[in-house]
């Protein structure tokens, strides 16, 4: 009985202490299940996408160094730019997330904003090896999407970023949207298409390929695909795309474009100003006696009563400082000369001095009134926009270059368009803007996202963009120019073939404008694309000597002597060189007549 007492006693406690550790067994497995369902809610967190899913003001991604996998961010602060990359992510309402990544460099930030309660962020002041970072926070009772961040700080080096996540309850965000359906082409012309389709459900933005490369993604049913070559076919797709990702594309579309309308201009032209209305060290040069190299001659200037005013005025040099000056007829006699020589003459209209805003409708008008009548009285085969300083730049509030709403952007273009359709299909219309202007945009357009910026930044792109189809030559001046970014995301500077091929690069490929992969600044064509450089040291900051013209032609038009910059295609059809100015290189023995003689012959 002594044996058996005590056996039948423990059985009772364990079934108590099976209970209970099958009770706390339970409890484990529920923490497990619930630890499983929390899931990294990041996209490419490793960037070994690339930069698929990121939206980055100035980065690329490296091989080396890197924390796992192949591939990390690699960004460099610029300026007022802190070099930020964001992901917007779908999070749930009211639940707890742990967001971490490592990073390496001075000042690097991570955080999240946009959370509904409290943003977040940590940062190491300085990491010379791989850091972990990592913090966490609540979304609010509402909050169903959050944005992630990674950033530098003004005026430190490069950082790089590796293995961003953002661990939480996951959400489901469904299925890709159905496919589109209905696609079809509307108006073509020489180097655009307008393209729609049906509306899907569910879908929060479209992607348009075009020969299977995606080109765009707009928010809409129906997007205009420009920088096309005349009389060229081209196959378009579209896919629809939501939080789960992207459709399958839809059927092509076949569209042949327009052919071009002929300007007159030779396949490869040369263009330079002339001194026309004052001089300077270079003397003054009568226009009877530029050589026949010169293709495109642009009278330099004609400039405005008042900075307001839209009232244009060409006022020839004065004999009492061009001694040399022809009469007016002979003046006119000699642009009926060049003309019947093949040659344009254009009037340039603003320059350094001409500071030219067209705030007012009435200003608009008089600018159409008063170049129409310069073109009129000297018999003139177009327009140059030499828009300088102060001229152009952007609202607060205008933030899309596809749809300016600045009024001397929206004027300038309303004007312009005007004259072109005055005058036709012949009409020659070019712009010569600064970098800072164009380029620039790469990086920042306008006054930013938030303040602070030069409103003038990339202020040109809405015009020329408006105007693509009109557009005879963009001759962006090389010259005179602070460092700029390409889509190498590396900084070039003037004094070298790699300033002219980087950003010609640009033009001729497009780029994101203000690092936003989703507002792409389209390509030209390079038929409407001359390079220009100064002509001399004489006349300007960023004399290349003639080996760095020859090269950088190669580069461009041949894919060779490229040296470190790898372009993103070749195009033997780029028009040719701009220079100021046919004064300074008369006076300098015409080295860069000859150049551009010697090459292409």
């Known amino acids: 009985m002594e044996r058996t007492g005590p056996i039948r006693t423990v059985r009772p406690v364990l079934a108590a202490l099976t209970a209970v550790l099958l009770a706390l067994s339970g409890i484990t497995a529920l923490s497990s299940a619930a630890r499983a369902a929390d899931a990294d809610l990041m996209r490419n967190g490793g960037f070994e996408a690339g930069l698929d899913g990121w939206t980055c003001s100035a980065g690329t991604t490296v091989n080396s160094p890197v924390h796992s996998g192949s591939s990390a961010l690699r960004a460099t602060p610029a300026g007022s730019d802190f070099a ?20 390496r460099g001075s000042y690097v930030y991570l955080g999240a904003s946009g959370t509904g309660t409290t943003d977040v962020s940590t940062w190491t002041q300085s990491a010379p090896d791989w850091q972990r970072l990592t913090t966490t926070f609540r979304t609010g009772p509402s909050t169903t999407k959050v944005t992630v961040y990674t950033h530098g700080w003004y005026g430190t080096g490069a950082y790089h970023a590796d293995d961003v996540s953002l661990t939480g309850p996951g959400v489901d965000v469904g299925q890709p949207p159905a496919t589109p359906t209905g696609l079809r082409a509307g108006a073509v012309t020489s180097s655009s298409v307008t393209l729609s389709w049906t509306a899907v459900t569910g879908a929060t933005a479209y992607a348009v390929y075009r020969d299977g490369a995606k080109v765009q993604t707009v928010s809409g049913p129906s997007a205009t695909v420009s920088g096309l070559a005349p009389s060229t076919a081209y196959g378009f797709q579209v896919a629809a795309v939501n939080d789960a990702g992207e459709s399958a594309r839809s059927g092509a579309v076949s569209v042949t474009t327009a052919a071009g309308a002929s300007t007159g201009l030779p396949a490869h032209a040369l263009v330079g100003y002339l001194h026309a209305s004052f001089a300077n060290g270079a003397g003054y040069t009568r ?148 970098t800072f202007f164009v380029q620039m945009g790469h990086q920042y357009y306008g006054t930013g996202k938030w303040g602070g910026q030069d409103p003038r930044c990339g202020a040109y792109l809405p015009v020329i963009h408006a105007l693509r189809d009109d557009l005879t030559l963009l001759h962006v001046q090389d010259y005179n120019s602070g460092p700029i970014m390409g889509l190498d995301n590396q900084y070039h500077s003037m004094g070298g073939a790699d300033f002219h091929i980087a950003m010609t690069d640009m033009l001729l490929t497009g780029f994101p404008v203000a690092g936003d992969p989703a507002n792409v600044f389209p390509p030209l064509r390079p038929d409407q694309i001359a390079i220009g450089m100064p002509a001399s040291t004489n006349a300007g ?22 040296g470190s910059y790898a372009t993103h295609g070749t195009w033997p059809a780029l028009r040719g060189l701009m220079t100021w100015s046919i004064n300074w290189d008369r006076y300098s023995g015409g080295e860069f007549q000859r150049t551009f003689d010697g090459y292409f012959g």
């Not at 930020?84 to 990073?103: F, I, K, N, S, W």
């Not at 020859?550 to 580069?555: E, F, G, I, K």
Request: hydrophobic share 35%.
């Open 84 to 103: 930020q990359c964001a992901q917007t992510v779908t999070v749930r309402p009211d639940a707890q997330y742990t967001l971490a990544g490592h990073v």
């Open 287 to 434: 226009l009877a006696d530029v050589p026949d190299s010169w293709d495109v001659i642009d009278l330099a200037f004609g400039e405005p009563t008042s900075v307001t005013s839209g009232d244009i005025r060409f006022t020839r040099c004065p004999v009492t400082e061009c001694p040399n000056v022809e009469s007016d007829a002979d003046f006119k006699a000699a642009i009926r000369a060049k003309q019947a020589a093949g040659k344009k003459v254009l009037i340039s209209i603003g320059g350094q001095n001409g500071q030219v805003q067209l705030t007012t409708t009435a200003a608009r008008d008089a600018f159409v009134s008063s170049v129409s009548s310069i073109i009129d009285t000297y018999g003139l085969d177009g327009l140059d926009v030499d828009f300088e300083g102060h001229s152009l730049s952007l609202n607060a509030d205008d933030t899309d270059f596809r749809n300016p709403k600045t009024p001397v952007v929206v004027n300038l273009i309303s004007a312009l368009k005007t004259l072109k359709a005055k005058y036709g299909s012949r009409f020659v219309l070019s712009m010569a803007p600064e």
């Open 541 to 562: 900051n960023g004399y290349v000597p003639p080996a760095e013209v020859t090269r950088t032609l190669d580069c461009l038009t041949k894919g060779t002597n490229c």
